[in-house]
Nanobody
Framework: VQLQASGGGLVQAGGSLRLSCAVS????????MGWFRQAPGKEREFVAA????????DYADSVKGRTTISRNNAKNTVSLEMNRLKPEDTAVYYC?????????????????WGQGTQVTVSS
């Protein structure tokens, strides 16, 4: 199983980025999928998730209203559209998969992790 995250980069505050997680070896519809992030010197934190077999989504309060997670079953990918980015969004973003109906926010019981993609937001 591989989760390949891409789409990170350097963007100015207020800008947008779209992260993508290309998955092989499992079907994204069969897992709860989502994103976590980790900034330097900080704990890993939950960002967003989409539930197994449904379109229900969950978001961290810090990104709610300016972030959208989506799943493309045909392409077997999960995307994270982030708008109105802030310097505090700077982190390495990791794609995650859990063999459960929801991802959960504590990062426990994650079955598979991607390698991470760096997002840097300048002020």
């Amino acid at each position: 199983v591989q989760l390949q995250a891409s789409g990170g980069g350097l963007v100015q505050a207020g800008g947008s980025l779209r992260l993508s997680c290309a998955v092989s070896g499992l079907r994204v519809i069969s897992y709860a999928m989502g994103w976590f992030r980790q900034a330097p010197g900080k704990e890993r934190e939950f960002v967003a998730a989409i539930r197994r077999t449904s379109s229900s989504t969950d978001y961290a309060d810090s990104v709610k209203g300016r972030t959208t997670i989506s799943r493309n079953n045909a392409k077997n990918t999960v995307s994270l559209e982030m708008n109105r980015l802030k310097p505090e969004d700077t982190a390495v973003y990791y794609c995650a998969a859990r063999a459960y109906y929801k991802l959960g926010e504590n990062g426990n019981d994650i079955r598979y992790w991607g390698q991470g993609t760096q997002v840097t937001v300048s002020s």
